[in-house]
């Protein structure tokens, strides 16, 4: 038994459902996480949600700086101990949805990545907050099903706002499946680790990014609809405006919002942002 997974029993600590929290002991797999979010010696690393600190120590084998941002201050004292050898750790007690990172990082020497086992019901949020922080690296265990949607493409099922988001700012992979059987507690559902890469230049270019987020935004909202009802729907325009949109980015007038490629939703945000202006 992992030293400390021993720990959590000596504490009689019970995991915590509400807090998603489901912990890896397994040292070769931990490796393996550590090695697929490709952490150099003189990176900066925040990790959200260290529980019992598994995988925080072999973070803190390879990188210059290690952050860690744990919810549940009954684990505080656990890693407090656990992690006292290693002067280039830094421990918060504080929540990720809030946490200020720029703050936390101000110091930091080196790149600053991003590396999380985290609680599953929070998914989407945090990785909405974390594009926003737009670090160098971002590498997640998220549930299977959560990684098969965040590497689709146009056309797939799982083809939505936040794989288009997250593919527009970084190049996206799955790293490796973790079934659920390496987990304790074991949760209902298989899990994967996904490593995004920030891209040097943006998948596509838009005139304006905030109207490329709102076009997007229309084109998975009314899904199985065309993108016309989707521009009409979202921006209360005349059905003949938002043809001539579409048209104008070079697509069929036919064609749903979820068949777009991120290139061509970037078009079609620049036909929106010109004829936005023309309305003012």
Request: hydrophobic residues 40%.
């Amino acid at each position: 038994m992992s030293k400390t997974r021993e720990r959590i029993r000596e504490t009689r600590l019970r995991y915590q459902k509400g807090l998603g929290q489901n912990f890896i002991y397994d040292d070769d797999i931990l490796a393996s996480l550590v090695e697929a979010a490709g952490v150099r010696p003189g990176d900066c690393i925040v990790e959200i949600g260290p529980g019992a600190g598994g995988l925080t120590k072999h973070l803190l084998e390879r990188a210059g700086q290690v952050i860690a941002v744990e919810l549940d201050e009954r684990l505080i004292p656990i890693l407090r101990v656990s992690l006292e050898a290693y002067p280039h750790f830094t421990l918060v007690q504080g929540d990720a949805m809030t946490v200020d990172f720029k703050a936390l990082t101000a110091g930091a020497e080196g790149p600053v990545s991003i590396v999380a086992n985290i609680p599953y019901y929070i998914t989407s949020p945090l990785i909405t907050r974390l594009l926003e922080v737009y670090p160098e690296r971002i590498s997640l265990m998220v549930q299977k099903e959560v990684a098969d949607k965040l590497v689709s493409g146009p056309g797939d099922e799982g083809w939505g706002l936040l794989p288009l988001k997250c593919q527009y700012l970084y190049d996206v992979h799955k790293a490796m499946d973790v079934p659920a059987a390496c987990f304790t507690p074991v949760p209902k559902v298989d899990s994967a680790f996904i490593v995004m890469d920030r891209r040097e230049k943006k998948a596509a270019d838009a005139v304006c990014e905030e109207d490329f987020y709102r076009v997007a935004q229309a084109a998975f909202a009314l899904r199985r609809k065309t993108m016309v009802n989707g521009l009409c729907a979202a921006f209360h325009m005349e059905r003949g405006d938002a043809v001539s949109l579409v048209e104008k980015a070079g697509l069929d007038e036919k064609i749903r919002g979820e068949k777009l490629t991120i290139g061509e939703m970037a078009r079609l945000s620049d036909a929106y942002s010109a004829w936005k202006e023309s309305e003012q």
